[in-house]
């Protein structure tokens, strides 16, 4: 059974940095692109970045030049880095894992930026 475990969440000021964690019960090879989504309150949930298998980037604009997504094959572990957050960033964050016949999802992990 596949599971993607977060962590890394909190409460961070504006400018600060996070780092989430998504770590994959199998092979990271079973999926051809994983990814971060978050989801604020009231709002519906938006793409952040996803990363290929062979480690083709994307990020949502708002992101760009403040966070980058990476992957350890190793440890089976997708890493969102959030550098310069903003209140804007605060947001329930969820990992995404693309099979090939299924999506899956984390449980999420929440992301406070204070002001």
């Known amino acids: 059974q596949v599971q993607l475990v977060e962590s890394g969440g909190g409460l961070v000021q504006a400018g600060g940095s996070l780092r989430l964690s998504c770590a994959t019960s199998?092979?990271?090879?079973?999926?051809?692109?994983m990814g971060w989504y978050r989801q604020a309150p009231g709002k519906q949930r938006e793409l952040v970045a996803t990363?290929?298998?062979?480690?083709?980037?994307n990020y949502e604009d708002s992101v760009k030049g403040r966070f980058t997504i990476s992957r350890d094959n190793g440890k089976n572990t997708v890493f969102l880095q959030m550098n310069s957050l903003k209140p804007e960033d605060t947001a329930v964050y969820s990992c995404?894992?693309?099979?090939?016949?299924?999506?899956?999802w984390g449980q999420g992990t929440q992301v406070t930026v204070s002001s």
């Open positions: 995404n894992a693309l099979g090939a016949w299924h999506n899956y």
């Open positions: 199998v092979s990271i090879f079973s999926f051809s692109a």
């Open positions: 990363i290929t298998s062979g480690g083709v980037e």
